[in-house]
Nanobody, 123 residues
Framework: EVQLAESGGGFVQAGGSLRLSCVAS????????IDWFRQAPGKEREGVAC????????TYGDSVKGRFTISSDNAKNTVYLQMSSLKPEDTAVYYC????????????????WGKGTPVTVSS
């Protein structure tokens, strides 16, 4: 059964850092790309970071550029989201999701979703 499992969320003060992990089961990154999304209370879901190409190109949402970094460890079937200089407005539930490489980042055609990991940034 294909599964995505996020971890690493928690409470952090503004200016701090967290690293989220997304472990994929039953598929490899050759088959699917992994994107990060977030959804804050009362707001729409937004794309945060993604691998825009299978060669390692990345794309970031405007609100996180320069502060967040997406990376992967193919041997561990894990994608990471390193978050630095966190702000209270980064508070949200963070999700990883999988899409076929033919689709663009944060497409409506995401196939698999994790259950999310909450991040709370205090001021």
């Amino acid at each position: 059964e294909v599964q995505l499992a996020e971890s690493g969320g928690g409470f952090v003060q503004a200016g701090g850092s967290l690293r989220l992990s997304c472990v994929a089961s039953e598929f490899t990154f050759d088959d699917y790309a992994i994107d990060w999304f977030r959804q804050a209370p009362g707001k729409e879901r937004e794309g945060v970071a993604c691998f825009s190409t299978s060669l390692g190109g990345t794309t970031y949402g405007d609100s996180v550029k320069g502060r967040f970094t997406i990376s992967s460890d193919n041997a561990k079937n894990t994608v990471y989201l390193q978050m630095s200089s966190l702000k209270p407005e980064d508070t949200a539930v963070y999700y990883c999701a999988a899409r076929e490489w033919v689709y663009s980042c944060w497409t409506d055609s995401m196939i698999y979703w994790g259950k999310g990991t909450p991040v709370t940034v205090s001021s």
